[in-house]
């Protein structure tokens, strides 16, 4: 069916500018994307089931979670495989440069391996990054229709509550509670220091996962200074499972490598009425965020007591008291609370019914349970 759909005529093989019979480069990549084209403007069909793929491909990766990212992303590229396959069998850039008999079959199986790995996988990589970007930029309201999350739920926020976010302008600023997260790597100055090349290799990749993680849960990078990003949520449970996402990603990452090929972070988050301009938020909600931070172990998420209450039942994490501890120039510190996601919290002590907040300084405290 795929031959009798998809047949073609060998316009450019007639011209000599693809087809040739020698040559590694001409007879393997020139037409291997020759017939690739060739295909594509003989089907607009074709076309549309290849940006299709391309699409589908970056909502799996950028929205869900294994095993439904790796099923079905292996179930697209064995379908553009068998199909990519089936076509260049029946391609003139094949079948007339190629004894017949079982070299037409090898070197079909080779061109569609060939396309699915640049055509299909690397198109989708590039794509899936721009998006990224673009979000992360703070664009994401006009992406926002590219998040199937958005259309099965808005998280109990109505229209006007998700669009008064990005409203704010410098003329106009915005009121609006918003969790805020800030982010940085452990040592990286010293890291830095020590193989500059080694740690811009390992930003990149921190950067990556980063983005992806800010990405699915529906935040927005308001800026980076080398390692630290500065990020904000409509919701303290989307910040809570942002940060763990990512310290999770980062964790897998760092596993089975050398000391000196890993990184750790620090993540901390607090939510309170800041002010949108739009490409920045200020306040003293910001302030007790980015003081929070430093307090937090590495590999560790640390919240506020705001943030703590309002995802409690709603994310899949457990929430541990650490008490008040001072912050400079913040008059009225709030308690802190270390954030272990469930399969962490095996090893923590449950802590007696009545337990008071530890003061400043003290061993921490309760745990306290969903």
Known sequence: ???????????????????????????????????????????????????????????LRLYTENPIKSLGCLAIYIYTTIQAFSLYRAST?????????????AKSLIFAAMFVGIGVWGVSRVTQS??????????????????????????????????????GSAKNPKRQMTAIMFTDIVGYSKQMGADEAAMVKKLSIHNEIMRNQI????GTVIKTIGD???????????????????QKGIGDYNKGKPANDQFHIRIGVHMGEVIHTGTDVFGEGVNIAARIEPQCDPDGVTVSDVVANAARNKVPAHFMSIGVRPMKNIAKPPELFKVFAIEEQQSAKVAKPGAQAAPAGAAPGGVFKI
């Open 1 to 59: 069916m795929a031959e009798e759909a998809f047949t073609y005529t060998n316009e450019l093989a007639k011209t000599g500018a693809a087809a040739q019979e020698t040559g590694f480069f001409t007879e393997w990549f020139v037409n291997m994307f020759a017939g690739a084209i060739d295909i594509q403007l003989h089907s607009p069909i074709l076309t549309l089931v290849y940006a299709a793929v391309i699409f589908a491909l970056v909502i």
């Open 93 to 105: 850039f094949v079948t007339d440069f190629t004894a017949s008999g079982w070299q037409v079959t």
């Open 130 to 167: 721009f998006i990224t970007a673009l979000v992360t930029m703070g664009l994401g309201r006009l992406l926002a229709p590219l998040n199937p999350l958005r259309l099965l739920g808005k998280l109990g926020k109505s229209e006007k509550e998700l669009d008064a976010m990005e409203e």
């Open 215 to 218: 990405v699915r849960n529906r």
């Open 228 to 246: 630290a990003f500065m990020v904000r949520f409509r919701s303290a449970e989307n910040a809570v499972q942002c940060a763990l996402d990512c």
